[in-house]
């Protein structure tokens, strides 16, 4: 009964200086997929002229570990900086677990006797480095973009752990900004910028984020750089691992002149408020006054001799208007235009 064949397209190079194997190697790949490209290098020179190849792209490299003009250890050194993301399986006859585990730890994707080889290990053995090759270098793409999104990031970044609150990682805009170096960092806690009066609130917030463990958490805070300068901070921060350990990664946006705006915005206000009430409360006393007394001297005519004392009401509520009106202008000339950049 004819086996159905596995249609998937593969490319493989397979260093083998025995013919025999090669042939053995040839068939158990051309049993299980439909169309196989199999390319041969008998040793290791050819193996490394078609490695450096730009137009070669194989899936797969299987590599004899015994060839004539280089082997071992030696061997593997050399095939694995030339096979850059194809993944490499070794082909050997020892069956020395230890042996295995030296070839892995070397970067080989995997290796196999060749005594138990067959169709079906192969195959095996071929999809599942093909695969895990692919999500390694998935991963490792996604590092990179961690890197670089955390290290370029013009946002001053960080990571702690969430038990000790060391420092255990910062980005550049970070050590610009606080003024402290990567080594200083990595030598503190959270606390050290923090000022001294805020830290209870500190304390209590990270007992909160060690209880509930929220996906996302923010506020603002007051940070404390080097040259003891108190900023005003956004603050977002998620749990992630790192380094194996329970972390917070940190973005901190300096917020400091928008709050100072915002405050200096709030101070006039209540200036304005101040003024508002003086002319609705003190103003209108003497104005008032005045007005009566104003009306009592039309009644009684000018020329009448009860004014006098009535003229000296006046001018003691004008005094009086006069002194209220000039707190206004001082209370007026506190509000200046503020500038926000």
């Given amino acids: 009964m004819n086996k ?42 050819i193996a490394q002229s078609i490695l450096v190849d730009i137009e070669f792209k194989a899936d797969l ?53 060749k005594d138990e080889l067959n169709a079906a290990s192969l195959h095996k053995s071929v999809l599942y480095n093909i695969e895990r090759k692919k999500t390694q270098i998935q991963l490792e793409n996604s590092e990179k973009r961690y890197n670089d999104l955390f290290h370029l990031s013009p946002i001053p970044m960080y990571v702690f752990d969430l038990q000790t609150l060391q420092f255990l990682d910062v980005n550049v805009a970070a050590e610009m900004h606080y003024g402290y170096s990567l080594q200083e960092f990595l030598s503190m806690t959270i606390r050290d910028i923090r000022p001294i009066e805020d ?15 929220p996906e996302v958490s923010k506020g603002i805070f007051r940070h404390k750089r080097k040259n003891g300068e108190l900023i005003y ?28 705006y915002i405050e200096a915005i709030e101070k006039q206000n209540a200036i304005l408020n101040e003024i508002a009430w003086i002319q609705s409360h003190l103003v209108r006393a003497p104005l008032s006054r005045i007005m009566g007394i104003i009306d009592a001297i039309k009644n009684q005519g000018f020329d009448s001799t009860d004014n006098e004392k009535l003229y000296e009401y006046l001018l003691i509520s004008a005094e009086e208007l006069d002194i209220i009106i000039g707190d206004i202008t001082k209370k007026s000339e506190q509000i200046k235009p503020i500038p926000y950049k």
Avoid at 30 to 40: D, G
């Fill in 233 to 260: 901070v956004d603050i977002k921060c998620n749990t992630i691992r790192f380094q194996n350990t329970t972390c917070r990664i940190i973005l901190a946006n300096d917020i400091t002149e928008r709050f100072t």
């Fill in 4 to 45: 159905i064949k596995d249609k998937k397209q593969i490319e493989i190079l397979v260093v083998e200086d025995n013919q025999g194997d090669f042939t053995l190697i040839q068939d158990y790949l051309e049993e299980r997929f439909l169309s196989p490209k199999i390319i041969w290098a008998k040793n290791f020179k």
């Fill in 61 to 113: 490299v299987l590599l004899d570990l015994t060839l004539p003009d280089k082997s071992g250890r030696d061997l593997i050194n050399h095939v694995i900086p030339l096979c850059h993301a194809v993944p490499l399986v070794i082909l050997t006859g020892y069956s020395d677990i230890d042996f295995g585990i030296t070839l892995l730890s070397l970067g080989v994707s995997d290796y196999l006797i």
């Fill in 199 to 213: 830290l209870p609130h500190l304390m209590e917030s990270v007992k909160t984020l060690s209880e509930t463990d």
